[in-house]
């Protein structure tokens, strides 16, 4: 019997994932997407139709649901009878949705860390503070839990376990996200900006040396030559992988490594300068209370209207290093995906685009029954290779040098 799926959000990383089960409804059973905002997910549906994705006949539905609410949640997953829930909504509400799916024995599958909207950067391991309390649940009353699969974390996890597993001794895990594209935009985030603001407002962690260290975001930056992209500059950044890979390699040195042009810091330290980043409320002359992050993320852009136009290319890929029978190895392994093409196909940005595509990519393999663990596992626990497949089918192809980034290509299964 194919899998019921409910998708939780209606932004930009949820069109895509829409589109995408779309594609492949004729491996799962009935489709439902639900937020708080059922006419967003009405102009998702809509889009799907536009598009004709539907790959054989079947339904679609749309759903108004409070997400941070879990009985709410839980009578709708009732209601669906869904068998596996994609969570695209906000990194707020994932406590929310996951103990949901473990009241009713749903799949349950996110693409970041679970966030406290009063709190920024707490101390590390995030993973620690919410999800990874209810892996022993999870585990005793048999629900598979896939936490962060997306691009980054999801799909990096996959590349650094892929590479770690052609190694004797693995030394260092850099992922890098480099996004070549242009928006047109004055300034603008390419997801959720109050989301975006947060990773770069607090400390900067990293895993050295067997230990959290901490930096400043724009302290640490360097430059890469990466495929197809070329010479790009990034900066070391906290970025929610690096926890799960600290714990499952504390061996490696784990880094993340996001790109950012001038204008960006530019504008960005101004706002943190002046205060407007704060998630904490201020009052105005007026007597009005009101919280400068959420006005900032008001006058922004909506990070799915800068798909139009949007141009470009991003590279993000994990460049791991370590021993093979003692002597020094470097692999990196990387996608390149194009903002115009992810438009063309389902009138998204190429942001949205790896975001969304890996999360149903998972949902493949637990309908299928190679992720169908019956408890809560990190990307990198699991086996990378029917992952890289699905991916390649659906669009967004894997691709590996030995020897490092000026290494040749191959197949990952060649």
């Known amino acids: ?15 895509v994932v829409a589109h995408k089960i779309a594609q492949n409804n004729d491996l ?31 339904t679609f539905d749309t759903h108004e649901v409070n997400a941070r609410d879990t009985q709410a949640v839980v009578a709708l997953i009732n209601a669906v009878q869904a068998d596996i829930v994609i969570n695209v909504g906000s990194a707020f509400v994932n406590m929310y949705v996951l103990d949901a799916c473990i009241e009713t024995g749903a799949a349950y599958i996110d693409t970041a860390i679970h966030e406290e909207p009063d709190k920024i950067c707490e101390t590390p391991p995030w993973y620690a503070n919410y999800e990874w309390k209810k892996r022993d649940l999870c585990k005793e009353k048999g629900i598979t839990a896939i936490l962060g699969a997306g691009f980054d974390p999801g799909v990096v996890n996959a590349y650094a376990r892929f590479a770690a597993d052609q190694l004797d001794e693995v030394k260092s895990i850099d992922i890098v996200d480099i996004n070549a594209g242009s928006h047109g935009k004055y300034f603008a985030t390419n997801f959720d900006p109050e989301i975006n603001f947060r990773e770069f407002t607090g400390t900067v962690y990293s895993w050295q040396e067997g230990a959290w260290q901490s930096n400043k975001m724009f302290e640490v930056g360097r430059e890469w030559d990466l495929p197809v992209v070329g010479t790009q500059k990034a900066y070391m950044s906290g970025h929610d992988e690096v926890h799960s890979l600290a714990a499952n390699y504390p061996d490696a040195d784990v880094r993340f490594w996001m790109g950012f042009g001038d204008h960006y810091i530019n504008v960005f330290t101004v706002l943190q300068n002046l205060g407007l980043l704060s998630e904490q409320p201020v009052t105005t002359a007026e007597g009005q209370d009101v919280i400068p992050l959420k006005v900032v993320k ?17 590279c993000i890929g994990d460049l791991v290093t370590g021993t093979v029978d003692g002597a020094p190895t470097e692999i990196f392994v990387y996608n390149v995906a194009d903002h115009k093409e992810a438009f063309d196909e389902v009138g998204s940005q190429g942001i949205s685009y790896t975001a969304g595509v890996p999360p149903v990519a998972a949902a493949i393999l637990i309908a299928q029954g190679d992720w169908d663990v019956k408890a809560m596992a990190n990307v990198e626990e699991l086996d990378p ?8 089918r659906i669009g967004l192809p894997t691709r590996v040098r030995i020897g490092g980034l000026q290494g040749e290509d191959k197949a990952w299964n060649a």
């Open 28 to 58: 799962f059973g009935k489709l439902h997407i639900a937020s708080r905002t059922k006419s967003k997910c009405d102009a998702i549906i809509a889009s799907v139709a536009e598009k004709n994705a539907m790959k054989v006949a079947g």
């Open 298 to 314: 008001a006058c922004l852009p909506d990070p799915s209207s800068l798909a139009p136009g949007y141009t470009g290319k991003t």
């Open 385 to 392: 290779k029917p992952f890289f497949t699905v991916l390649d």
């Open 1 to 15: 019997m194919n899998k019921n799926v409910l998708i939780i959000g209606a932004g930009g990383v949820a069109q």
